[in-house]
């Protein structure tokens, strides 16, 4: 005789990570019946070994930064004392403070039924969790995605750190060898650098691929001020053991090979989805190396069956997941055929400068739209930048036909913070006149916005039609 429990929910949601838990939390609210399987922490990636403890062991790094930084500004300025385990405190004490919201209690308190175990689908209708067979209506796979780890030569026989481990550090590493320069190696590096880690970065190609090379460039820039040493274009030809430390043997683009030696290494080179033993193939689910397969309602090949978030491949951001969270909830419980769209899907890179995005980049606009053009405002015409002694970079608007917003990359302090209104205009299809119409109150850095927007219209506004208008109207009192 069997003792398994056997559920029958309307919504059994596979991971509590971004994603799964805004999917619970919505539908339960709205009255579904609502099971929720998590095999290890709630929360997920973004909580525990992502998002969360990255910018929380920033803000630590950047404090430092603004100690050495004072003596610019007549206040003080040395070298900071850096105790690494506070600093580790910190960044637990931040994810600690956060978790209530992502636990069990608030889950089931909101009437989420939370098994705590690993699902496999058994058939295209049923998984098992540790001792709970579930039969539901709907599925949303959310299960995320792992470190990805590059088949370096030696790196199976040498320690080495990835997102899930590297946050659990209690001493500073000395020296810290990051292999990858993207987002998370960059953030990563230059967090650690300002701590106080000497820290050198291997990227195969160049930092920061997927942004506006002109503003990678203000960041990379940055990161060599900062004193992080810096290889593009290299290949890590092995990774091996010394003394206590680890060497990378890495060939550079000139096919000349050298050796660093670190004392920890990271590894920050990609995400791979989680779809390992899920038993996709038992419910008929495509799954490819980049993901789930999924169409714009995100439903597999399984139409009972949804995926979500990182598994699902494309933009693998914490606000994605909750994005494609409502695209499920209205397709699932409402039957409403709403389907993605990723016109207007922002990202932040947290280095200092901050690197913030939405919509297309410029060679992608010109492409698509030959009379695409591009236009910037430096920070170093911002009052309020120059008071803060924060001058560094721009804001680079794509403007399309008629002078639609199609694009905006934002390079400088705060950038996260002032993307927001192009995300808006790209996503309503506003024109750079409604940007430049407004009033922005001064002096803030939001004012480049509004001062990019304006300078669309300066040669057309300064120009000879305008003041022959000018001097006729004049003529006639
Ligand atoms: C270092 C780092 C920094 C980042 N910073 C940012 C940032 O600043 N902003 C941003 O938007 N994004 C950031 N991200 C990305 C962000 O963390 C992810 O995009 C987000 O967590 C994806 O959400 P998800 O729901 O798809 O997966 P996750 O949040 O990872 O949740 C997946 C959950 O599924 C569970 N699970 C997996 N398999 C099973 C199974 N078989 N059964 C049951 N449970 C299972 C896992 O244990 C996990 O809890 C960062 C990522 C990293 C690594």
């Not at 000497?198 to 691929?209: G, K, W």
């Not at 920890?264 to 799954?287: F, M, W």
């Not at 804001?395 to 209104?421: D, F, N, R």
Request: proline share 5%; hydrophobic share 40%; net charge positive.
């Amino acid at each position: 005789m069997s003792s398994r429990e056997i559920l029958r929910p309307d919504i059994c949601v596979i991971g509590g990570g971004s994603g799964g838990l805004s999917v619970a939390a919505g539908a339960a609210q709205m009255g579904a019946n609502v099971v929720l399987v998590e095999k290890a922490k709630m929360g997920g990636d973004c909580l525990n070994t992502g998002c969360v403890p990255s910018k929380a062991l920033l803000a630590a790094s950047h404090r430092a930064q603004t100690v050495r930084d004072g003596a610019r500004f007549g206040v003080n300025g040395h070298e900071p004392e850096i105790d690494f385990l506070k600093v580790h405190d910190h960044v637990h004490g931040v994810i600690g403070a956060i978790a209530p919201h992502d636990s069990v209690e608030r889950f089931e308190g909101l009437g989420v039924k939370v098994v705590q175990a690993a699902a496999r689908f058994t058939g295209p209708r049923e998984i098992v969790a540790g001792e709970v067979t579930i039969q539901a209506k709907r599925f949303v796979i959310a299960t995320g995605s792992s470190p990805a780890v590059p088949p370096i030569p030696g790196i199976d026989e040498v320690p080495f750190l990835t997102n899930e481990t590297v946050f659990e550090l209690t001493e500073r590493p000395e020296h810290l060898i990051v292999i990858g320069g993207g987002p998370i190696g960059a953030e990563m590096a230059q967090a650690h650098r300002g701590l106080g880690s000497q820290v050198t970065m291997l990227e195969a190609f160049s930092i920061m691929p997927k942004d506006d090379p002109d503003a990678v460039e203000v960041v990379r820039k940055r990161l060599l001020r900062d004193g992080i040493a810096i290889h593009e274009g290299v290949k890590v030809q092995r990774v091996e053991r010394r003394g206590n430390g680890v060497a990378a043997v890495i060939e550079t683009k000139t096919g000349v090979e050298e050796t660093i030696l670190g004392s920890h290494l990271l590894v920050a080179a990609g995400r791979r989805p989680n779809v390992k033993r899920l038993g996709l193939e038992a419910a008929g689910i495509e799954a490819s190396p980049k993901g789930i397969e999924v169409d714009a309602r995100l439903r597999t090949t399984n139409k009972r069956v949804f995926a979500i978030g990182d598994v699902a491949g494309g933009y693998q951001f914490t606000h994605m997941a909750g994005y494609h969270a409502g695209i499920v909830i209205r397709n699932a419980l409402f039957k409403l055929p709403a389907k993605v769209k990723y016109h207007a899907v922002p990202w932040v890179t947290y280095t200092d400068p901050e690197l913030a995005h939405v919509g297309l980049n410029e060679a992608a606009a010109r492409d698509r739209d030959g009379e695409a053009k591009a236009i910037t405002w430096p920070f170093a015409d911002n009052d309020r930048a120059r008071a803060e002694g924060e001058t560094e970079g721009f804001i680079k608007v794509v403007v399309g036909k008629k002078g639609k917003v199609l694009g905006a990359t934002i390079v400088g302090s705060q950038a996260g913070e002032l993307i927001l209104p192009w995300v808006l205009a790209v996503d309503q299809g506003l024109k750079i006149g409604a940007m430049a119409g407004i009033i922005a109150p001064y002096p803030t850095r939001g004012e480049v916005s509004k001062r990019v927007a304006g300078s669309y219209y300066t040669p057309a506004l300064f120009g000879e039609r305008t003041r022959k208008l000018v001097r006729f109207l004049q003529r006639l009192g």
